[in-house]
């Protein structure tokens, strides 16, 4: 398993289109991916779950990644929050 923390940098937070940007990628991975900023984390597949997480700007977000790809879903969502999810701040 592997455990990381992330911060949220984009100016919007983890509204709608990144919980949906975030679910879609953590989907393409058959690891599972659970996040938030403390126990008990959620699926990161579920964009619900992400949704009521409420992450603004500045949240740091604990990520665990546990299974098959575990390492290459950690780079993808390193880089989709590092990219400001492609909203360009």
């Not at 990381?4 to 058959?30: D, E, F, M, P, Q």
């Not at 984390?41 to 992400?50: F, G, H, P």
């Amino acid at each position: 398993m592997i455990s990381t923390n992330i911060k949220v940098i984009n100016k919007l937070g983890l509204h709608a289109r990144a919980a949906t940007k975030l679910a879609s990628l953590a989907g393409r991975y058959s690891c599972s991916i659970h996040t938030g900023e403390t126990q008990p984390l959620v699926d990161a597949k579920s964009i619900m779950s992400l949704m009521l997480l409420a992450a603004n700007q500045g949240t740091d977000l604990i990520f665990e990644f546990d299974g098959l790809g575990q390492e290459k879903a950690q780079a993808a969502v390193k880089e989709l929050f590092e990219d400001y999810f492609g909203e360009g701040e």
